[in-house]
């Protein structure tokens, strides 16, 4: 149950009416992470960061990045649910317009509330094998991973990825043999289906294979890869740094 739990992203510019939908989604126990912003603007950086399964998005809103925000979560989270809140039905016609089709009057109803996060639950739960990131094929002498690019699918072995670098709504993918991919999945995705293997988020950018870590420079923070004749530094957080160096890579 726990890797199904609902991480949620409130965008209210209305303190009190913030504060209820917070409070709400605190008690129900399907959820387990709850960020919260006043403007798009706020609101497009902790999408990036967070990767939000359901966006509870107050409209009108305040800020200047609705209209990103909305095709952002169209194009790049498609998996996230966005449920507009309002003071009035007003607005209805522009969420449907918009591809929208789950919509709360405020003050939210708790049952409504526990409607929606129950039917995110469940498709989060049942379709979790369709995630881009899966393990699509497991065997006792080979795992090999599917990964989504730019330019279709990419099939590969976890060895022959040194490591992920965020760029913007897109995660730069380094691999052996001096290979460089792009895909069109936040780095947060590649972080979920990584962590098995031996893989680290060093960084809000960079998530490393250790396999690969050669040195490790603490005064500066720095972590040397090294594949193929070829040394890429990296630089981590000093608690990441200190970790890795009490492990036997140091």
Do not use: W
Request: charged share 30%; proline share 2%; with cysteine.
């Amino acid at each position: 149950m726990k890797n199904h739990k609902i991480r949620s992203l409130i965008i209210d510019s209305e303190q009190e009416s913030l504060d209820h939908t917070l409070e709400l989604l605190q008690e129900n126990p399907l959820v387990s992470e709850i960020e919260t912003t006043d403007t798009t603007d706020q609101a497009i950086l902790k999408i990036i960061n967070c990767n939000p399964d359901i966006i509870f998005f107050d409209y009108p809103s305040k800020g200047q990045a609705e209209k990103e925000l909305i095709e952002l979560v169209k194009t790049k989270l498609t998996a996230t649910t966005l449920v507009f809140i309002s003071n009035t039905k007003d607005y209805a016609a522009f969420a449907i317009q918009n591809g929208i089709f789950k919509y709360l009057l405020k003050p939210i109803k708790k049952e409504e509330l526990k409607k929606i996060i129950n039917t995110v639950y469940e498709i989060k739960k049942n379709h979790s094998h369709t995630r881009i990131n899966q393990i699509i094929e497991k065997t006792a002498e080979e795992t090999r991973l599917r990964l989504q690019t730019t330019k279709g699918y990419l099939m590969l072995n976890p060895d022959e990825l040194i490591f992920c670098k965020a760029a913007g709504f897109y995660t730069e993918l380094y691999l052996t043999r001096d290979r460089v991919e792009l895909s069109s999945q936040f780095i947060s995705k590649f972080e979920e289906m990584l962590s098995q293997f031996n893989f680290m988020r060093v960084s809000r950018a960079h998530l490393i294979n250790q396999h690969f870590i050669r040195k490790i420079y603490r005064n500066t923070s720095t972590i040397v890869l090294s594949a193929d004749g070829k040394e890429y530094e990296i630089k981590g957080g000093k608690i990441h740094i200190r970790k890795l160096s009490k492990s036997d890579t140091e």
